[in-house]
């Protein structure tokens, strides 16, 4: 549930009495304090994160017929992207702790896979290139990033953060979605901050932040505008077919006003992951997700529990059914990628072929978990929990 303050609503009604509706002062300022804010050279504002992942593969040269590594514990936005330019999204299984990739797995994977010739690497059966890595940090727990840039570099391969569910998180001081070339944050409904739909591509790079910004709107690029200004403000040149993914100011300007505050948010939310596991301290059924290693600042999307479900005499099905019952919305983060209809037909996955995933996912539940929730909230979700649990114990 957003958390809309009297504010955030002046901030809007202003750009809406201002005459200026689409891309314009208000998305630049967003830009601007957003790269200041998490630590990097370039922000593009666009209309979504999927937006983002999408031209973060394109300004990193993805081709078709390349590899990308995925997690298979994501949403569906971070693998479709791959498949915008024919490429294949190879999905990997997560760690059982964390439910992240980790760079471990990513080793493994390219020590199995990769030959390294002229500063690229490719599959050493189909000879297709191994172009990128996408991480995402899943829930908001950072991925090792330090760890995860070595193995990618040692093997020429490309990181490309999905830090959609981060803002703010991050290691030892540093904010993720700062380590890879082209970085995605979200500001969907549900997300940390939100200007209703919109995303960020993040990037130190140049050319990557050019890129972005010329694809962002229709291949229009702002260097020809504004070297050929003398010849009029009409004047424009079409450089590639771009897309319409640039972000309005009623937006930016939710969005400005949010900044303000993130760490208001972040200590709502970590409250609360703390008041949840101290419910859930006695409670062997119930696994609490990871917090991650000293040093770690976890951003606290989301709060999925893991029941253990071959010690309940009911499924995770009906148990979710049952907290409905009693006024709780939950929901699954995620069923794995590798288990949806598409990636098994067109790319022959079994749900066996990620053991970890599919494991992890028979028992995950997201909990509610949103700033606004009070003490008595979180005590009436865990103690369902707990009720529930009791109430169907083999
Ligand atoms: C929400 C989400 C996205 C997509 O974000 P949009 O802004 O809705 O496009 C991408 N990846 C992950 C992991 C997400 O949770």
């Known amino acids: 549930m957003p958390s809309i303050s009297e504010e955030d609503i002046a901030a809007v009604v202003e750009v809406l009495r201002s005459g200026w509706l689409t891309t314009g002062a208000r998305a630049k300022q967003f830009e601007r304090e957003f790269a200041e804010y998490v630590g990097v050279k370039h922000a593009v504002a666009m209309n979504s994160a999927t937006a983002a992942l999408h031209l973060g593969l394109d300004a990193i040269g993805l081709q078709r017929g390349e590899d990308v590594l995925v997690p298979t514990m994501t949403f569906a936005a971070t693998a479709e992207v791959v498949r915008y330019f024919d490429a294949r999204p190879v999905l990997l299984d997560v760690d059982p702790d964390t439910l992240n990739l980790t760079p471990a797995t990513v080793e493994a994977y390219l ?14 059966k189909t000879g ?5 890595i996408v991480p995402v940090h899943f829930g908001g727990l950072p ?3 330090p760890a995860m840039m070595e193995v990618a570099n040692r093997f020429s391969v490309t990181v490309n953060e999905d830090a959609a569910h981060t803002l703010p998180a991050s290691i030892d001081g540093r904010s993720v979605g700062t380590y890879g070339k082209a970085n995605a944050f979200s500001f969907y409904a549900n997300k940390n ?29 702002r260097d020809a505008w504004q070297r050929f200004t003398a010849q009029g403000s009409w004047y424009y040149e079409i450089v590639a077919p771009g897309y319409k993914y640039n972000l309005t100011d009623i ?10 505050r993130v760490g208001e948010f972040l200590e709502g939310r970590t409250n609360i992951a703390r008041h949840y596991d101290s419910l859930f301290a006695d409670n062997e059924i119930v696994r609490t997700p990871s917090w991650g290693r000293e040093g770690v600042v976890h951003s606290w999307h989301l709060y999925p529990i893991r029941l253990r479900t071959e010690q309940l005499s009911i499924s995770r099905a009906e148990f979710i059914d049952a907290m409905k019952a009693k006024g709780i919305g939950t929901s699954v983060h995620y069923t794995p990628l590798h288990m949806h209809p598409y990636y098994r037909e067109n790319y022959g996955y079994t749900p066996d ?4 995933a599919k494991a992890q996912y028979e028992g995950l539940i997201t909990l509610p978990l949103y700033p606004k929730m009070t003490s008595e909230d979180v ?3 865990a103690s369902t929990v707990n009720d529930l649990v009791a109430q169907h114990r083999r």
Do not use: F, N, W
């Open 111 to 124: 020590e199995e896979h990769a030959e390294v010739r002229d500063g690229a690497a490719y599959d050493r």
């Open 128 to 132: 297709a290139r191994i172009r990128a």
């Open 143 to 145: 991925v090792d990033m």
């Open 193 to 221: 901050i939100t200007t209703g739909e919109g995303g960020m591509l993040v990037t130190d790079d140049d050319a990557v932040a050019d890129r972005a910004r010329i694809m962002c709107l229709h291949g229009i690029s």
């Open 251 to 260: 937006a930016a300007a939710l969005g400005l006003s949010q900044m303000k």
């Open 353 to 356: 072929d990620l053991p970890v």
């Open 379 to 381: 005590e009436y979700v």
